[in-house]
C-alpha cells in the first residue's frame, strides 16, 4: 500500500521559514516525478512546485516562485518543500503528490499527473 505522509505544518508568523516534508512509502519514487499542492479555505487546490526524479528540472508556481525551495531525498524516498518569508496567503493544507510513472516528466502543474496524494498537512501563517 502506497502512503505518502506529510509533516512539519503548524502556526508560524509572517517573514518566518517553514519546511514541509513528506515520506513515502509502499514503492520507491526516486525515478518518478513529485509536487507539491496547497488549498487555502474556499479556494481550488493550487500548484506548489515540482520535481523530476533527479532533481535537475524544479518548476514552481507564481505565489511562492522565488522564496521556495523543493528538494528530494531518494535514497530516503522523501521530498521537502522550504518556504521562506512565508505570507498569511500562504495558509493552507499542502499536499504532497507522486506519479507513479518513471523517468517521465510530467506538466508539473497539472493535477492529474500524480497518482499518489498524501492527506496534507496544515500551515497557518500569522499576521
Known amino acids: 500500500q502506497v502512503q505518502l505522509v506529510e509533516s512539519g505544518g503548524g502556526l508560524v508568523q509572517a517573514g518566518d521559514s517553514l519546511t514541509l516534508t513528506c515520506v513515502a512509502s509502499g514503492r520507491t519514487f526516486s525515478k518518478s516525478a513529485m509536487g507539491w499542492f496547497r488549498q487555502a479555505p474556499g479556494q481550488e487546490r493550487e500548484f506548489v512546485a515540482g520535481?523530476?526524479?533527479?532533481?535537475?528540472?524544479?518548476v514552481y508556481g507564481n505565489s511562492v516562485k522565488g522564496r521556495s525551495t523543493i528538494s528530494r531525498d531518494n535514497s530516503k524516498n522523501t521530498l521537502y518543500l522550504t518556504i521562506n518569508n512565508t505570507k498569511p496567503e500562504d495558509t493552507a493544507v499542502y499536499y504532497c503528490?507522486?506519479?507513479?510513472?518513471?523517468?517521465?516528466?510530467?506538466?508539473?502543474?497539472?493535477?492529474?499527473?500524480?497518482?499518489?496524494w498524501g492527506q496534507g498537512t496544515q500551515v497557518t501563517v500569522s499576521s
Open positions: 520535481i523530476t526524479w533527479t532533481s535537475v528540472i524544479k
Open positions: 503528490a507522486a506519479d507513479r510513472h518513471q523517468y517521465y516528466t510530467p506538466n508539473f502543474k497539472n493535477e492529474g499527473e500524480y497518482d499518489y
